[in-house]
């Protein structure tokens, strides 16, 4: 019997790699650039989100939005400046899982607040951007996470119905933005509650059948 079309949506940063410095550090430079300072704990709480979402917050909601896009423009060319110069590293058990759910069968996207050209150079830094099915970012959704746009799209570029998709994500409003999807989740803990079908330190905690439960539990129930 064939098995019926599975998906596993990844969000980016802070799943399948760390890049919460990189990113700390390019706002924190831009936005001093500007005269305007923010501290760390600002930072941390809008992480994974959309520019246009969190500058407004930090500049002032009458910003002009010819502003609000110039420095966030300016925060990603410094950002991906900075992936090019220092690197990244995938996160225990990042790369693995995706060539495992590859070799298994799983459609595979990536459902990202990031601009499609951060997605492309953090990919080909790590080296998996020839193994995924699909890319979703900031420009392909009008609205951010919360908002389960990024992953209904993911999810229909892979052609995969939401309750056969699975999510990654680190951030509460991606996990948010996953269970309003209608999509299983499994969090990836930041040091920060998350309200996912199953929540683990690291993706090497997970166990070998952890994605097939979530979306076929009758069939690993009659294997068992």
């Known amino acids: 019997m064939t098995t019926p079309l599975r998906a596993v949506l990844w969000d980016l940063d802070g799943t399948l790699v760390d890049s919460?410095?990189?990113?700390?550090?390019?706002?924190?430079?831009?936005?001093?650039?500007?005269?305007?300072?923010?501290?760390?704990q600002q930072f941390l709480e809008t992480f994974g989100q959309k520019n246009d979402r969190i500058l407004p917050g930090w500049l002032g909601e009458e910003t002009p939005i010819a502003r609000i896009r110039r420095v966030g423009d300016a925060k990603e060319a410094e950002?991906?400046?900075?992936?090019?110069?220092?690197?990244?590293t995938p996160l225990p058990g990042a790369a693995a899982w995706i060539r495992?759910?590859?070799?298994?069968?799983?459609?595979?996207?990536?459902?990202?607040?990031?601009?499609?050209?951060?997605?492309?150079?953090?990919?080909?830094?790590?080296?998996?951007?020839?193994?995924?099915?699909?890319?979703?970012?900031?420009?392909?959704?009008?609205?951010?996470?919360?908002?389960?746009?990024?992953?209904?799209?993911?999810?229909?570029?892979?052609?995969?119905?939401?309750?056969?998709?699975?999510?990654?994500?680190?951030?509460?409003?991606?996990?948010?933005?996953?269970?309003?999807?209608g999509m299983k989740v499994i969090g990836v803990n930041r040091g920060m509650s998350l309200a996912a079908d199953v929540v683990v330190a690291s993706l090497e905690d997970l166990s070998p059948d952890a994605f097939d439960r979530l979306v076929d539990p009758q069939q690993i129930g009659a294997r068992s």
């Open 20 to 40: 919460a410095d990189l990113h700390w550090r390019s706002w924190r430079d831009t936005l001093a650039a500007e005269g305007h300072h923010i501290t760390h």
């Open 100 to 181: 495992r759910l590859h070799a298994a069968g799983w459609k595979q996207a990536i459902a990202s607040s990031a601009p499609k050209a951060n997605v492309a150079v953090m990919l080909r830094v790590l080296g998996v951007d020839t193994t995924l099915d699909a890319i979703v970012a900031a420009e392909d959704v009008s609205l951010g996470k919360p908002d389960p746009q990024v992953f209904l799209a993911a999810a229909a570029a892979v052609a995969a119905p939401p309750d056969r998709c699975v999510v990654v994500e680190d951030a509460a409003a991606g996990v948010e933005a996953a269970r309003r999807a």
């Open 79 to 88: 950002y991906r400046r900075l992936v090019e110069v220092h690197g990244l």
